[in-house]
């Protein structure tokens, strides 16, 4: 009897840290709202949960345009993403957001600068929340 009590309680823990585990960290969760628009130093981001990853593939600058180029490449939580806000901050301060389907392909264009660059991505999920899972420079590379 006094093993059946331990087992469950073990069972019970083991549940409660297993499902701790799927969630994310407190306070995890981004507002794409409280991103300063004039910084070019990336922040902290989120790993989206193994059942909710989606994969967003930054490409180089383009070397003679400058542009840069965003593609969804999909992923297990791609059912779950309900819209991806895309945004780029130019070294010349300039700020354009654009929001990327969560089709397998689909892709976006920005303008860049022949600079330092700076794009985030932020992902909403069925569940209500948003996440900044991409939060990065883009340098600008001469071919050579």
Do not use: W
Request: a neutral charge; hydrophobic letters at 35%.
């Amino acid at each position: 009897m006094r093993l059946l009590s331990l087992l469950c309680m073990m069972l019970l823990i083991s549940g409660v840290a297993i499902c701790g585990c799927t969630q994310s960290p407190a306070g995890s969760a981004q507002s794409p709202q409280g991103t300063s628009r004039t910084g070019m130093i990336p922040g902290p981001t989120v790993t989206l949960p193994p059942e909710h990853a989606v994969e967003i593939q930054i490409n180089e600058k383009d070397p003679i345009y400058a542009t840069i180029s965003v593609i969804f490449a999909g992923g297990k939580g791609q059912v779950m993403v309900t819209d991806i806000l895309v945004r780029v901050t130019r070294s010349d301060g300039q700020v354009t957001e654009k929001h990327l389907e969560a089709v397998k392909g689909a892709e976006l264009k920005f303008d860049g600068t022949k600079e330092d660059d700076r794009i985030e991505a932020f992902v909403s999920l069925t569940n209500g929340n948003t996440y900044k899972v991409i939060d990065q420079l883009v340098p600008y590379r001469t071919r050579g």
